[in-house]
């Protein structure tokens, strides 16, 4: 197979082994290691590039001769040759890694031989949550009663990346919010049991009239956030409550208004 590669405004017929290719996972901070073998012992020069979504091909580090021990080295990046192999090393690898890279064969600048090909991924830090699951009360709560709302935070350690501790943030969401308030931050007090994959949770309060809403969890890790499915407090007695007291803001009007009547019409009667 032949590609067609433009560089340096120069159009160069190259040679491209398609059976060559690699790909290669890696978390971010580790070092990785890429390899090329190399049959050739003729005086050739061997180059590593690398190719990005979006940005122009990026040229790594070369080696001038097959069988002489220079070593490129940059802050990051390390090229060498062993034998039968070309080597580039990268150090403390970065999100920004993820993309081609090629090890390319030149005997003179008008012929290129693509050798090998890896694609790398380098990952995010991932912590082990899997889920998240809350579960509402058993029954409406009567004002001046007290509530334990749970959180209970699944995770897989094999997942674990970093090792971050959890901190788990409580939100509440009542009817007339646009989007769930802020109330509580857990700083990591938890109930694991003899399984230290499922975790509990919890926040308590003496509820009110107005504590009526869902209550959001969200347990935050290295970086990433994830929400419980929220848990709904209903109060008993809140609808009789709610009229009584719009019963009595109704009477109160009432009252002031008869009386400025009374003391209006008395002031009229005075004057005359």
């Not at 190259?14 to 003729?42: G, M, R, W, Y």
Request: some cysteine; glycine content about 6%; charged content about 20%.
């Amino acid at each position: 197979h032949h590609v067609t590669v433009i560089c340096s405004h120069h159009i160069l017929q190259c040679c491209a082994n398609n059976q060559n290719f690699e790909i290669k996972s890696v978390a971010a901070q580790q070092n990785v290691t890429l390899t090329c073998p190399v049959e050739t012992e003729d005086r050739a020069s061997l180059k590593w590039i690398r190719i990005i979504s979006g940005h122009q091909p990026e040229f790594l580090g070369k080696t001038v001769d097959f069988d002489s021990g220079e070593v490129h080295q940059t802050s990051r990046y390390t090229i060498k040759k062993e034998p039968g192999t070309i080597i580039l090393h990268i150090n403390q690898t970065q999100i920004s890694d993820t993309g081609l890279y090629y090890c390319i064969l030149t005997a003179v600048w008008t012929d290129m031989i693509f050798l090998k090909g890896i694609f790398l991924e380098v990952k995010g830090a991932q912590s082990s949550i899997s889920g998240v699951v809350q579960a509402p009360p058993s029954e409406a709560l009567r004002p001046g009663e007290s509530v334990s709302l749970q959180c209970s935070v699944l995770s897989d350690s094999e997942k674990k990346t970093c090792s971050e501790d959890y901190r788990v943030h409580w939100f509440r969401a009542g009817s007339h919010q646009s989007h769930p308030a802020f109330i509580y931050t857990d700083g990591g007090r938890a109930e694991c049991g003899n399984s230290s994959q499922k975790c509990f949770y919890s926040f308590s309060k003496e509820v009110g009239v107005s504590d009526a809403a869902t209550y959001y969890c969200a347990v935050a890790a290295c970086g990433e956030v994830m929400f419980g499915n929220g848990a709904r407090l209903d109060i008993k007695g809140k609808t009789r409550l709610f009229l009584f007291l719009n019963q009595c803001v109704t009477v109160s009007v009432v009252l002031i208004w008869t009386i400025k009547k009374k003391n209006c019409n008395n002031s009229k009667t005075a004057f005359l």
